[in-house]
């Protein structure tokens, strides 16, 4: 139901869009069309729930900033610059056309105001018409770190930005938007997280936007390197930091991508560095300025945006080898990887007991609508001695439509799953509740899509409670005490803060109502944990593929129906409560550092709502006040 705080939202948002388009046909045509889109999928009422969400969420952001992150002196600087191990020099590549004169000079005072001193910052002119831009350049004095050239004629910002590395000579290379400022621990942040990760490739940080007037907002709050959420969208963004040596390896920014040359500069740097030289810095210490004509403002102003995205995707996947269909909706880029050929056997495998019109809705929903052309059904059967349901289980087992494996013990769900993985058949493993019904017939062609590509452990679904709205998207470790789930109750189409929830990602862990899988990683990982019966198993099974070296993900596009819980009972029961809490605190001794979940920022809380701001950060930034 879209309430009057959604409409009120939403109203917000299109007065702002409306203010970014002006008069412009195009611009309004493309609101127009996004609206219509957002209705027809039925994502209208989420998208409303993200903004009203959004609102509410960051309100007190400027006291937050005021309080942990505030711009001005840096506390103790000169102690953290006497305690750096070494001073690499920076350089500050600044490409500049035409922007407004006082954000070109706020944007250079910002690096002139830096707590660390071993920067130069390197500005190129790309033929800027506007007189009043060469005369700040030429006013800039007489600091030797500052190195000023102007181009002959433009050349658009890729070959500005080069021009500018070919001036540079740190040992590491900084982008700058010549609108944008920095915060003035900026350098220094990134100096030390280079003390702490010497082998660093690439640093990037936290972010937030400013208006005209300099009114600081929107903070994003980054995930650690999250390579599948980096195939979608560019989730690095600012601040931006690359060892020299590499970057002119790489032969800097490709031309002809303009919108999207630095996202397809972080793809191949992802790719030439690997993952462990990749480091995120969990402070804001970037303002993008929001200004007509910015990507900060909206992405329709940049025409040719959508296709110098989609060459950056399609160049990836050529690069890496990989077969995708490449999609762009109202979500944004989505790729849709192409199965081997042929297709790998699934085996489906669904712990069951009683309960026979769950498991006929969720039985009869895979078979009648699940479009995948090798898979099998294998029902653990936990001693059912409900009539009806031994009578449904009898009868599947006759038609051939399900093999039905007995495991008479007391209920224990990682001991089922590991009796129905070594029953299976197939080379890849679904496992699935039995409260678990299908409704898009894509969900297993999309999972093992993702599973069988290296370095994948768990690949899990989005699920929804029957009324529509959301019941898991991946879970954040240490939310609420063990783990708890983002974003429970919110409609379909919700995108979450920074549009996470509506993309493909990466997550430390998941429930496994419906989660796909390898069969020979999901024995190499040892499979469930048995002395964890009822809570944890899947946290766990989480972290022990992990620590073999596999990462999970979760799909917005694989979807089906969870009716949480409905075959057990909820853990409110004395004796289930009992073991689950006995079970957590097992959960939480064997894997004592797990609540400091690295795709989930420090800047944000782990008490109530996920995604809210930490008060304070659980990384100081600033001493807290007295």
């Known amino acids: 139901m879209i309430s009057s705080a959604h409409w009120r939202a939403g109203l917000r948002v299109l007065r702002r869009h409306l203010r970014y388009a002006g008069a412009n046909p195009r611009k309004l045509l493309w609101i127009a069309r996004r609206s219509l889109a957002l209705a027809r999928e039925g994502a209208l009422a989420g998208v409303l729930e993200r903004h009203r969400v959004e609102t509410l969420q960051y309100a007190d952001y400027p006291?937050?900033?005021?309080?942990?992150?505030?711009?001005?002196?840096?506390?103790?600087a000169a102690a953290r610059l006497a305690a750096l191990p070494a001073r690499p020099r920076v350089s500050i590549l600044l490409p500049v056309y035409d922007p407004p004169v006082r954000f070109l000079a706020a944007a250079i005072a910002s690096v002139r105001d830096q707590a660390y001193p071993e920067w130069e910052l390197c500005i190129v002119d790309d033929a800027s018409t506007d007189p009043a831009v060469a005369a700040l350049l030429a006013d800039l004095g007489d600091d030797p770190r500052l190195r000023v050239q102007r181009r002959a004629t433009n050349g658009g910002i890729a070959t500005a930005t080069n021009d500018a590395l070919a001036l540079a000579t740190g040992e590491?290379?900084?982008?700058?938007?010549?609108?944008?400022?920095?915060?003035?621990?900026?350098?220094?942040?990134?100096?030390?997280?280079?003390?702490a990760h010497p082998a660093a490739a690439l640093l990037f940080s936290d972010e937030d936007r400013q208006d005209e007037a300099g009114v600081r907002t929107q903070p994003f709050f980054k995930p650690a390197w999250d390579g599948e959420w980096l195939r979608t969208t560019n989730c690095v963004l600012h601040f931006m930091v690359v060892h020299s040596a590499l970057l002119r390896e790489l032969g800097g920014l490709r031309t002809g991508l303009d919108g999207a040359q630095d996202w397809d500069l972080v793809l191949r740097v992802e790719e030439a560095a690997g993952r462990a030289r990749l480091v995120h810095v969990p402070r804001v210490l970037y303002h993008w300025?929001?200004?007509?004509?910015?990507?900060?403002?909206?992405?329709?102003?940049?025409?040719?945006?959508?296709?110098?995205?989609?060459?950056?995707?399609?160049?990836?996947?050529?690069?890496?080898?990989?077969a995708a269909a490449i999609e762009h909706g109202t979500g944004g880029w989505r790729?849709?990887?192409?199965?081997?050929?042929?297709?790998?056997?699934?085996?489906?495998?669904?712990?069951?007991?009683?309960?026979?019109?769950?498991?006929?809705?969720?039985?009869?929903?895979?078979?009648?609508?699940?479009?995948?052309?090798?898979?099998?059904?294998?029902?653990?059967?936990?001693?059912?001695?409900?009539p009806a349901a031994r009578d449904y289980l009898a009868s599947l087992a006759r038609s051939g439509?399900?093999?039905?494996?007995?495991?008479?013990?007391?209920?224990?769900?990682?001991?089922?799953?590991?009796?129905?993985?070594?029953?299976?058949?197939g080379e890849v493993i679904a496992l699935v509740n039995n409260d678990i019904e299908v409704r898009d017939g894509d969900w297993l062609r999309e999972l093992v899509s993702l599973a069988v590509r290296p370095g994948i452990g768990l690949a899990g679904a989005t699920l929804h409670y029957p009324d529509g709205?959301?019941?898991?998207?991946?879970?954040?470790?240490?939310?609420?005490?063990?783990?708890?789930?983002?974003?429970?109750?919110?409609?379909?189409?919700?995108?979450?803060?920074?549009?996470?929830?509506?993309?493909?990602?990466?997550?430390?862990?998941?429930?496994?109502?419906?989660?796909?899988?390898?069969?020979?990683?999901?024995?190499?990982?040892?499979?469930?944990?048995?002395?964890?019966?009822?809570?944890?198993?899947?946290?766990?099974?989480?972290?022990?593929l992990a620590a073999i070296g596999l990462r999970h993900v979760i799909s917005p596009h694989a979807i089906l129906v969870h009716h949480e819980s409905a075959s057990r009972g909820y853990a409110?029961?004395?004796?289930?409560?009992?073991?689950?809490?006995?079970?957590?605190?097992?959960?939480?001794?064997?894997?004592?550092?797990?609540?400091?979940?690295?795709?989930?920022?420090?800047?944000?809380?782990?008490?109530?709502?996920?995604?809210?701001?930490a008060w304070p950060p659980r990384t100081r930034i600033t001493p807290d006040p007295a």
Not at 410 to 415: E, G, M, R, V
Not at 513 to 533: C, K, N, P, Q
């Open 63 to 76: 006291q937050w900033c005021a309080r942990y992150a505030p711009d001005g002196a840096v506390p103790a």
């Open 172 to 195: 590491f290379c900084a982008f700058l938007d010549h609108d944008d400022t920095l915060a003035p621990e900026a350098l220094l942040a990134i100096a030390e997280a280079i003390a």
């Open 289 to 322: 300025r929001m200004i007509a004509g910015s990507t900060a403002a909206a992405a329709y102003e940049k025409p040719a945006l959508v296709a110098a995205q989609h060459r950056v995707l399609a160049d990836t996947l050529a690069r890496r080898g990989e």
């Open 335 to 386: 790729l849709r990887y192409a199965l081997p050929e042929p297709a790998p056997k699934v085996s489906i495998v669904i712990p069951t007991r009683d309960r026979v019109e769950l498991l006929r809705a969720c039985v009869e929903s895979i078979v009648a609508r699940t479009a995948y052309p090798d898979l099998e059904i294998v029902l653990v059967d936990n001693d059912t001695r409900e």
């Open 401 to 425: 439509r399900a093999r039905v494996v007995r495991c008479a013990q007391p209920f224990n769900y990682s001991a089922l799953c590991n009796v129905g993985v070594r029953a299976a058949q």
């Open 469 to 544: 709205t959301l019941q898991h998207a991946g879970v954040v470790l240490g939310l609420n005490g063990v783990a708890d789930r983002p974003w429970i109750g919110t409609p379909h189409g919700y995108a979450g803060p920074y549009g996470r929830a509506r993309a493909l990602r990466e997550v430390s862990a998941m429930i496994t109502a419906t989660a796909v899988v390898l069969r020979e990683r999901y024995l190499a990982a040892g499979g469930m944990d048995e002395s964890l019966a009822v809570s944890c198993n899947d946290l766990d099974l989480c972290l022990r």
């Open 572 to 613: 409110d029961d004395p004796a289930n409560a009992a073991l689950s809490r006995d079970e957590e605190a097992r959960f939480a001794a064997r894997w004592p550092g797990a609540a400091d979940d690295p795709l989930y920022n420090r800047n944000l809380t782990l008490s109530g709502r996920a995604y809210d701001l």
